[in-house]
């Protein structure tokens, strides 16, 4: 049994606090929401109310934090995980954050003379739920080494990226990825139906064909190809469009900073942005189907 501080229980970091919990580890989960830390009581971890009751005596330190500032004010403030771990810690941040913030991080970590990775996840809440997330890690190999077997417990499947940052790294490119081939899906689906092609008809056609892609098979953003996906129930997330627009701002921002051409990724930020703006933020990303094929109007979405 390890001692792990479990920071963050959110939609994601909760249900992979009570995998580990379920695993048979000391999970020490610490929230700033009373709700969340409860919750993660009644899944077999041990809530506290102080992080530094959740970081004193922990041999691994797990995090699960919104975005970047989030991360660098845990770890590096005055009574954060880094003044306050005790020698050998091994510190996992699982958070999708910039690169920058996950590299300095990493480095403040190591000065400090721990062990870190980046280790950000695909998947979303059911993946988290279900054990079956994909793990991308950044960081050395002896701390990747000894990661994996934490990570693996919460995923079906732990690649590491590089050095420290790589992990984010990974990951903001496979979401751009996403949101690119989401916004394509959805536009050769809107056009199918304008030329009076049965949308069913067309998804068997297009996933036997070059047009298939995980957006579209997996993820089918048209309601009733994929009975699983999120547009069978009105696009509740899954992943959000906020969360979505997120990655893709931090896309952008990667590619200015280090010269990359990503005129592609610049467009679906914008649609992303132009979608959240209307009031469709909580929505899943794939119900970008609606603004493109003329219906938003009509779902009673928009503010
Ligand atoms: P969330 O907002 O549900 O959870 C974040 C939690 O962090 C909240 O419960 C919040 O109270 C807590 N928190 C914030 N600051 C804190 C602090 N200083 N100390 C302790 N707790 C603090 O978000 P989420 O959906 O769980 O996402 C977490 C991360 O996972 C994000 O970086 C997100 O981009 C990434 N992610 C999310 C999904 C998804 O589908 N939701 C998928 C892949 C990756």
Redo the contacts with the bound molecule.
Sequence with gaps: MTAIAF???????GGMAANLAKAGHDVRA????EA?RKKAGEQGCNPVDR?EDAISGAEVVVS????GK?VR??YENEGGVIELAGEGTLLID????DVQSARAVGEAAAKAGFLMVDA??????AAADGGTLTFMVGGPEEAFGKAEPILDIMGKAVIRAGESGAGQAAKICNNMLLGISMIGTCEAIALAKKLGLDPQNFFDIASQASGQCWSLTAYCPEPGPVPAAPSNRDYN????VA?ML??LKLAQEAASANGASTPMGAQAEALYAMFDALGAGNKDFSGIMKLLDGSLSESGWTR
């Design positions: 920071i963050g229980l959110g939609n994601m970091g610490f929230d700033l929401s969340a992080m699960m934090l919104p975005a989030h004010s845990v699982c958070s999708t954050i950000p996840v695909s998947g979303g809440v997330p899954g992943f959000a969360m997120k990655d």
